[in-house]
């Protein structure tokens, strides 16, 4: 079968590894080990270079005082995360999708556009983290890393090829490396416990403002949301009441464990630039100065090597799940299916050009201010992933009796509530200062700043109170014990059979001629000539290997006359086959076309090329793709 771009309104979330793990263990562990991992992959986010940014500025200010920030907005990612596995288990369908399904095509794409902001800025964060690892550890300058992460793309596309446990074990990995080396950190900075307890104690102002909205940015980060909703379908989970509570119960005790690990992470690196940097009176702004600094008042290399090495990791590991968010998204809104190699490298592109021009002109010292400003850009985008999925999971009518209940539909209000009160806070402060700075174009920013104020309201009224009996499309469900449907059979009387003169003909020429005798078809076959003679001369040229190719052809046409098909041949000549066969289709007019393909893939294609795969673009009928066994 081959398939088009386009993605139908019942596709599943991630179609390459959806329901490709089996849950049915009679062994509580194994179970559990089955269902472990989207809550891993999903944490990642959560302890990517954007986090140790706004950890180590937070930490080196205001000491520990911004603890209870990573601790509530953990608390809140553990409940939105909680909600975003419920609505994948139960609907079958990704945030993505149910936004698509809810609101009107011109809110859906509105969201989409946020979402795919969040994305960059979240992937810029991970260019620059990369970037720096790379320049701690191998001082390789800050411009030629972040070129050179342009080209873990095709780590991401041979990590894809592998299925979804390797990926999630690759990341496991990583994890548990970050995890080690803070541990380690932690060991030799040697916080005061009691300081560490008062940094529990909710408290904030203007200075701590950006710093606060920065952390909450990185830690409950939009995309993820969408990411978590598609994960937890990998699993085959079933169908009945009971299955999906014991799968909602399995994802809730992935969850706890993979986001308590990114808690202790970023409290790790939090503590340790309270413990080194703000102790001694030092305001580190940057993560090279913080590395540089932490040899020379730890009295060890190994921590500015473990530094290093941990933020790499986590840079490549945010990479992939990146990837992944990016392709449900892009999906989910738009029904629009991209080649993930392609999809990535646009994302990446879009986050490495305002990295290499802030480098370029600001040098070293403005990646890190780069950093934080984009996990600004991920809690400004919250509210338009947080309210749909409050909802969505609130409306008993999508999620029947596992709707969200009275407490926790006031809590995970009240979490939508909180962001909003941070985002206008942190916006109402940014406006007046720019205000005051404006002078004669004072007027031109209030009416900027008034204009996206009241496309923020709209957009805020619209995914809160758009009725949900509109625009929505029901979840695919199993459909059991129906009448058998009827299908409609094709008949075929002109079949093109392109050929390439090797073993693989004989298996496109077998089929071809078995429907040839059910459907009393006539046969039409093609060769496309290449040679560079051909290309010049056409139909006038003549070679020893044009000629062995006609009699090729003949004896093709001979034998299969003999067997009682009608056949005619057709000889092409160009340098570019799939153009000469969609031509030749063109002018045939055929039913069917039977190709053979040979089996290669990945850099062979790059190498010998995909004429199937770009055959199928240009033809109007049915493609018939058979391989050797």
């Known amino acids: 079968m081959v398939h088009d771009h386009a993605v139908d309104s019942g596709a599943s979330s991630l179609p390459e590894v959806n329901q490709s793990v089996a849950t049915r263990h009679t062994s509580f562990w194994r179970r559990l080990f089955a269902f472990a991992g989207p809550a891993y992959l999903v944490s990642v986010g959560y302890m990517d270079p954007g986090n140790w940014a706004t950890d180590i500025e937070g930490g080196a200010r205001f000491g520990y005082r911004l603890l209870w920030v990573l601790v509530a907005s953990n608390l809140?990612?553990?409940?939105?995360?909680?909600?975003?596995?419920?609505?994948?288990?139960?609907?079958?369908?990704?945030?993505?999708?149910?936004?698509?399904?809810?609101?009107?095509?011109?809110?859906?794409?509105?969201?989409?556009?946020?979402?795919?902001?969040?994305?960059?800025?979240?992937?810029?964060?991970?260019?620059?983290?990369?970037?720096?690892?790379?320049?701690?550890?191998?001082?390789?300058?800050?411009?030629?890393g972040v070129l050179v992460t342009a080209a873990d793309t095709l780590l991401v596309l041979w990590f894809s090829r592998l299925g979804i446990r390797v990926i999630e074990a690759f990341v496991l990995v990583l994890i548990a490396t970050i995890a080690g080396c803070f541990a380690f950190e932690i060991f030799l900075a040697r916080p005061d416990a009691a300081d560490v307890i008062t940094g529990l104690v909710p408290r904030l102002n203007s200075q701590s403002l950006y710093i606060a909205v920065a952390i909450f940015g990185a830690t409950v980060m939009p995309h993820n949301l969408y990411?978590?909703?598609?994960?937890?379908?990998?699993?085959?989970?079933?169908?009945?009441?009971?299955?999906?509570?014991?799968?909602?119960?399995?994802?809730?005790?992935?969850?706890?464990?993979?986001?308590?690990?990114?808690?202790?992470?970023?409290?790790?690196?939090?503590?340790?630039?309270?413990?080194?940097?703000?102790?001694?009176?030092?305001?580190?702004?940057?993560?090279?100065?913080?590395?540089?600094?932490?040899?020379?008042?730890?009295?060890?290399?190994?921590a500015s090597v473990l530094f290093g090495a941990a933020l790499l990791c986590s840079g490549q590991a945010s990479t992939l799940t990146g990837t992944m968010a990016g392709q449900i998204v892009m999906e989910g809104f738009l029904r629009f299916?991209?080649?993930?190699?392609?999809?990535?490298?646009?994302?990446?592109?879009?986050?490495?050009?305002?990295?290499?021009?802030?480098?370029?002109?600001?040098?070293?010292?403005?990646?890190?201010?780069?950093?934080?400003?984009?996990?600004?850009?991920?809690?400004?985008?919250?509210?338009?992933?947080?309210?749909?999925?409050?909802?969505?999971?609130?409306?008993?009518?999508?999620?029947?009796?596992?709707?969200?209940?009275?407490?926790?539909?006031?809590?995970?209000?009240?979490?939508?509530?909180?962001?909003?009160?941070?985002?206008?806070?942190?916006?109402?402060?940014?406006?007046?200062?720019?205000?005051?700075?404006?002078?004669a174009y004072r007027p031109l920013v209030l009416g900027g700043a008034a204009i996206a104020g009241a496309g923020f309201l709209l957009l805020l009224g619209l995914i809160l109170f758009w009725p949900s009996e509109r625009n929505r499309v029901a979840a695919p469900a199993v459909v059991r014990d129906q009448a058998a449907v009827?299908?409609?059979?094709?008949?075929?009387s002109r079949i093109l059979v392109p050929l390439d003169h090797t073993a693989a003909d004989q298996e496109a020429l077998g089929n071809a001629v078995a429907l040839a005798r059910s459907h009393q078809a006539r046969i039409f076959l093609l060769h496309v000539e290449e040679g560079v003679t051909s290309q010049m001369f056409g139909s006038l040229a003549s070679t020893a290997e044009i000629e062995e190719g006609q009699d090729y052809m003949s004896n093709l046409l001979r034998s299969l006359r003999e067997q009682g098909i009608e056949a005619e041949s057709l000889v092409r000549h160009g340098k570019n086959p799939a153009a000469e066969i969609a031509q030749a289709a063109a002018t045939v007019q055929p039913d069917l076309v039977i190709m053979a393909a040979h089996g290669h893939r990945g850099i062979k294609d790059l190498i010998f090329g995909t004429t199937i795969n770009s055959v199928r673009h240009h033809i109007r009928v049915p493609l018939l793709i058979v391989r050797r066994p």
């Not at 490495?352 to 021009?357: D, F, K």
């Not at 969200?404 to 940014?430: H, P, Y």
Request: glycine share 4%; aromatic share 10%; net charge positive.
């Open 76 to 144: 809140m990612a553990l409940l939105l995360q909680t909600l975003s596995s419920r609505l994948g288990i139960v609907t079958r369908r990704d945030l993505a999708q149910a936004c698509r399904d809810q609101y009107p095509r011109a809110v859906s794409y509105t969201l989409w556009i946020l979402c795919e902001i969040a994305i960059v800025a979240c992937d810029l964060a991970e260019v620059l983290g990369a970037a720096i690892g790379l320049n701690l550890l191998f001082h390789l300058p800050l411009l030629a």
């Open 337 to 439: 299916r991209m080649q993930p190699w392609l999809r990535r490298s646009i994302t990446r592109m879009l986050a490495i050009t305002p990295a290499v021009i802030t480098i370029y002109l600001f040098g070293n010292r403005g990646t890190t201010d780069l950093i934080v400003m984009s996990q600004v850009v991920l809690n400004l985008q919250l509210p338009f992933a947080v309210i749909p999925l409050v909802r969505f999971t609130s409306d008993k009518n999508r999620m029947n009796q596992f709707a969200n209940t009275l407490w926790i539909r006031i809590a995970a209000w009240g979490c939508a509530v909180f962001i909003l009160t941070l985002n206008v806070w942190l916006l109402w402060t940014q406006v007046a200062d720019w205000s005051r700075q404006s002078g």
């Open 486 to 492: 009827v299908f409609s059979a094709p008949a075929y």
């Open 227 to 302: 990411l978590h909703s598609a994960l937890v379908q990998t699993r085959r989970i079933g169908d009945t009441w009971q299955e999906k509570l014991r799968a909602c119960r399995f994802n809730l005790i992935d969850s706890t464990l993979a986001l308590n690990g990114a808690l202790f992470v970023n409290a790790a690196i939090l503590v340790m630039s309270g413990a080194v940097f703000f102790e001694h009176g030092i305001v580190v702004s940057e993560i090279q100065e913080a590395h540089k600094l932490l040899t020379p008042l730890m009295g060890t290399t190994a």
